[in-house]
């Protein structure tokens, strides 16, 4: 269990007025934004609890792809989010989110 993590997102911008995220090397970590921030704030969130359910589930969090790998759509970009685990670990154990 690692720390600190960073993977690429893919930013669709296919829908007026709404930012769509994904993980590629994360199937299910998806999230979505108003606008750039928005949808930045939203990722890095999606993000770290997608981690810590695959944390807690036992499950193998693969490495990350590299980024002149991963193909795009003319209305898609690549961004790097990252993500510190424990205030993330801490503030959901608190929870008990069963996530």
């Known amino acids: 269990m ?3 993590y960073i993977f690429p997102a893919i930013f669709g911008y296919d829908v007026p007025e709404q930012v769509g995220v994904a993980f590629p090397d994360l199937p299910g970590c998806t999230s979505q ?3 750039d921030s928005d949808a930045f704030t939203q990722a890095r969130e999606s993000l770290g609890l997608h981690l810590f359910s695959m944390e ?3 499950d193998i969090i693969p490495e990350p792809s590299l980024l002149h790998d991963i193909e795009l759509e003319d209305y898609e970009t690549l961004a790097l ?3 510190f685990m424990p205030p993330v670990r801490d503030e959901l154990k608190s929870k008990h989110i069963a996530a």
């Open 2 to 4: 690692k720390d600190y």
């Open 33 to 35: 934004g108003n606008n």
């Open 56 to 58: 807690r589930d036992g």
């Open 81 to 83: 989010i990252d993500i």
